[in-house]
């Protein structure tokens, strides 16, 4: 069946514009988590949904970070007023329930570029 | 939060070696995952593995959830194994650790 898809795979912006970063999970999994990745690092956690309601959204580094998920399926990562510090690849996994005992699975990222 | 520590950070090897990659992690965990990370940048599921041992063709990974380490085998390797190998692991929130990788690369 199909994997997570993101979109777009590649952004590229200017400082202070706003961005839409779009997450498809699998399809049945109710859990979604948007996690970042800086260059020569490992995914960072951003914030994590389990139906339509974010359960946890501890790891957004600022309020300039938000995300939906209206209907429980597609997730919409937005970045108002980009900074060049938030360029790094985001990624979205999906996972069956949300339990910690749950595999995740990734999608390819977008990879943000603020310049 | 749960610390991970993965060793070594980088690895080169010759095609047809075998090695053996380590993630502790400070923790009990309720989830334990490995992924490689292809050059593409996607990270591809190699195991969940909270506890326990499994194999899959080459590869295979113990868990040893009392000692709080998990160990990744990769027999035979082959230049396509090239990349970063990630351990990520969850505790009670569902949000997953990483460590910082160990970066692999396999010469033909």
């Known amino acids: 069946g199909a994997g997570v898809s993101q979109t777009p795979s590649n952004k590229v912006t200017e400082k202070g514009k706003y961005v839409e970063l779009r997450c498809d999970p699998i399809s049945g999994h109710t859990a979604l988590y948007w996690y970042r990745q800086s260059l020569g690092q490992g995914p960072e956690f951003l914030i994590y949904?389990?139906?339509?309601?974010?359960?946890?959204d501890s790891g957004l580094p600022n309020d300039r970070f938000f995300a939906v998920r209206p209907e429980g399926s597609v997730s919409t990562l937005k970045i108002q007023r980009t900074e060049r510090g938030d360029s790094a690849v985001y990624l979205c996994?999906?996972?069956?329930?949300?339990?910690?005992?749950?595999?995740?699975?990734f999608g390819p990222g977008t990879r943000l570029t603020v310049l | 939060g749960i610390q991970v520590e993965q060793s070594p950070p980088d690895l080169i090897l010759q095609e047809g070696a075998n090695s053996t990659l380590r993630c502790n992690f400070s923790d009990s965990v309720n989830n334990l995952q490995w992924f490689h990370q292809n050059p593409w940048g996607q990270l591809i599921n190699l195991f969940y593995i909270p506890s326990g041992t499994k194999q899959n063709g080459r590869l295979s990974a113990t868990t040893v959830a009392t000692e709080r380490y998990s160990l990744l085998y990769i027999s035979s390797s082959q230049t396509t194994d090239s990349g970063v190998y990630f351990c990520a692991v969850a505790r009670v929130s569902n949000d997953m650790r990483f460590g910082a990788g160990t970066r692999l690369t396999v010469k033909p």
């Open positions: 949904f389990q139906g339509t309601g974010a359960a946890d």
């Open positions: 996994a999906s996972s069956l329930t949300g339990t910690p005992y749950n595999e995740q699975f």
